[in-house]
Structure formats: C-alpha cells, structure tokens
Antibody, heavy 124, light 105 residues
C-alpha cells in the first residue's frame, strides 16, 4: 500500500538547520507531487508548497520562500524539507503528503496519504 | 488567495449524535473542496474529495455536500473514533488553502 514515512522529531537551536525526510513506497514516486504542510502547536494546517517529483521543480507558498527548501532523492523515492536559520516560530509538526497529480495547479486535486508528521522544536 | 472559513470552530456532541460542519469559501470554488479528519496526535486523513465523493474505506456515515461557496460535512450517528478535528481545503486555485478546523469533542 502507499506509505509515506517521515523522519523522527528533532530539537534544534535557533539559527541551526534541520532536514526532514519523507520516504515513500507503494507507488511510482515520479508520478505524484509531494506537498508540505505545517501545523504549529494547537493550530490549524498551513500549506507550505509542493515539489514536482519528475522535474524536481519546487513551488513555495509566499511565506515559505527563502529559508525553506524542498528537494528529492529519486533513487530512494524520498522527498526532503530543509529549514535553514531556524527560528523559535518554526516549532511545529511538518507533514508531507502525496497529491493525486504530478502538477497540482488547481482543479480536482487532493492529498492522500499523509506522512505521520515530524515534530521540529526550536529552542535555546 | 481564497479564504476558507469553517464553523463552528468546536462543537460538543455525544456518541450517536449527528453533526454538520460548514465551510465557506471567499469566492466560487465550484466543487473543488476536500475534507480531512485529524485525530489527536495523528496525521490528517482524506475523508471526502470534490465536495461529495467519499474516499474508499471511509464509513458511509460521513457525507459531504455543497458547491460554489458553501459546503457541509455531515457525520451521522457519531462513533467514538469520530471525535477529532476536521479541516476543509479548497483546490480550485493555488495556493490551496485550509479552513481553520472544527474540533468535535
């Protein structure tokens, strides 16, 4: 079955970097986009952007351009989220999710399934 | 960006009750509306896509409706495992935006 398994929780200092992995299985990796969603403690879901798993081209939501970097390793069917220059406000659970299409540019698209989430805590 | 407004933000119910959650879009999104369930400490899971299509494996007590700007998620006869948070998401126009969520407690 289709599965997305994320890396474990991390505790980081402000200014450091973290790389969250999202290992996929059960389908052809390069036929579906991977999206990233952030959930701050006790808050709702915030869409961060997506990456085309065929071309590697990322698209970032306005608030996530710059310090946030999406990447791939297609040899192991894995997507990555790197956050640079971490701030305490980055403390959140980060989810990856598979979109049903490769290029989700509007219309009938949805996220299914999701990874289990990776908690990133930023604290001095 | 399209704004998605869910109501209520929380509701109290009992096992066996039926509940309805609403989601309103700031502009016409046709039927490009998805619903997700998130149990405490877990990842969201797809329940309904394109407003009213039930994901395979989701119990038939869940149903979705609406089009344009106003949508509903109805849960008939709540089961214990249904006490969770529910989020709507529009996919009509990038960026895809989520509603603020409704906690069923």
């Amino acid at each position: 079955q289709v599965q997305l398994v994320q890396s474990r929780s991390e505790l980081k200092r402000p200014g450091a970097s973290v790389k969250v992995s999202c290992q996929t299985s059960g389908y052809s990796f390069n036929t579906h986009a991977i999206e990233w969603v952030r959930q701050a403690p006790g808050q709702g879901l915030e869409w961060m952007g997506w990456i085309n798993t065929n071309t590697g081209n990322p698209t970032y939501a306005p608030g996530f351009a710059g310090r946030f970097v999406f990447s791939l390793d297609t040899s192991v069917s894995t997507a990555y989220l790197q956050i640079n220059n971490l701030k305490t406000d980055d403390t959140a659970v980060y989810f990856c999710a598979r979109n049903i299409v490769l290029q989700p540019i509007g219309g009938a698209t949805w996220l299914d399934p999701w990874g289990q989430g990776s908690l990133v805590i930023v604290s001095s | 960006d399209i704004q998605m407004t869910q109501s209520p933000s929380s509701l109290s119910a009992s096992v066996g009750d039926s509940v309805t959650i609403t989601c309103r879009a700031s502009q016409n999104i046709y039927e490009y509306l998805n619903w997700y369930q998130q149990r405490p400490g877990k990842a969201p899971e797809l329940l309904i896509y394109t407003a009213s299509s039930l994901r395979s494996g989701v119990p038939s007590r869940f149903s979705g409706g609406g089009s344009g700007t106003d949508f509903t998620l109805t849960i008939n006869r709540l089961h214990p495992e249904d006490f969770a948070s529910y989020f709507c998401q529009q996919s009509f126009s990038p960026p895809p935006t989520f509603g603020g969520g409704t906690r069923v407690e």
